[in-house]
């Protein structure tokens, strides 16, 4: 079996680990523009080798995984060059922008479009942990424009991994993800922009900062060359999530400036139900 990743970071990098641990006699394969993180990856055990876009005639498995933007021109290029079974999958937090930019290719049934819903703050190959997409739910988009045997073999592989599938139309894939992933990743940005800003003033916030802080903050340390483009992709579903955030962080300064502490219960209380919501999501999972 020969895989290509293309784009060796944290989900690129965790699926060869994973690979390679499911199927020991499998050859990877890691394109990268960035040198480094080709010699990184082999130096992990993350690759065997250093590949090329003009070698994929034989691949079994094509992995896509770079930023958005990048993927618009990738993934044409990847199709032209595969061969009738390979399949290739592109792994980024959008999906109807990658979906119309191979939507009138030739061999667009080779393509399937996914985003496994799993990841850390990190990025490059050092990034990459085995087991990371265990019990994570993956979507896949348009399906039904993959060819069936092509399908099975993408669905294979991703449940050995230990996903879980679920099926969604680009569109609304694109307006959920903005809500749920999108929204909280920009949350964390602007938390540790204020409380960067005041730290010019009392070092004393840091020394004080908490578990609390940190998990919130967390996510302020991804990669704004990723995260860029995706905001930049999404961006009509990002503004409209952002106006309700937005509203409902005003509400809350207004109701505290006018003392209404009662109303501030209840609207956390109100929230609270976000426990069993997240409990549900675990038990299913």
Not at 140 to 163: H, N, P, W, Y
Not at 176 to 182: F, G, K, M, T
Not at 198 to 213: H, N, P, R, T
């Amino acid at each position: 079996m020969k895989i290509y990743i293309i784009g060796i970071g944290l989900i690129g990098g965790s699926m060869g680990l994973d690979i390679k641990a499911l199927y020991p006699e499998a050859t990877i394969y890691g394109i990268d523009t960035n040198k480094k993180h080709v010699e990184e990856a082999i130096a992990l055990n993350v690759i065997n080798f250093e590949g090329a876009i003009t070698d994929l005639a034989n691949a079994d498995f094509v992995i896509v995984s770079v930023p958005v933007d990048t993927a618009l021109r990738v993934l044409p290029e990847v199709l032209d060059n595969i061969g009738e079974h390979t399949i290739v999958f592109e792994v980024g937090s959008t999906k109807n922008p990658i979906c119309e930019a191979v939507a009138n290719h030739s061999k667009r049934r080779n393509f399937i479009a996914t985003h496994p819903i799993a990841g850390t703050e990190f990025s490059g190959p050092s990034a990459a942990i085995t087991n990371l997409f265990e019990g994570k739910t993956n979507i896949i988009c348009e399906v039904e424009r993959t060819a069936f045997k092509l399908q099975e073999k993408a669905l294979d592989l991703f449940k050995s991994m230990g996903m879980r599938i679920r099926y969604m139309d680009p569109k609304s894939h694109d307006k959920h993800i903005a809500y749920v992933s999108h929204l909280s990743h920009i949350s964390s940005f602007m938390l540790g922009k204020t409380v960067i800003n005041k730290e010019k003033d009392e070092q004393d916030i840091f020394d004080m900062a908490g578990s609390g802080f940190e998990s919130t903050v967390r996510l302020a340390k991804s990669s704004p060359a990723m995260w860029t483009p995706i905001f930049k992709q999404n961006k009509l579903e990002v503004v409209e999530a952002l106006e309700g955030y937005i509203a409902n962080l005003t509400q809350f300064k207004e109701l505290l400036i006018q003392d209404e502490y009662t109303a501030i219960f209840d609207e956390m209380q109100s929230v609270n139900k976000i426990k069993e919501i997240l409990n549900g999501m675990h038990v299913k999972k």
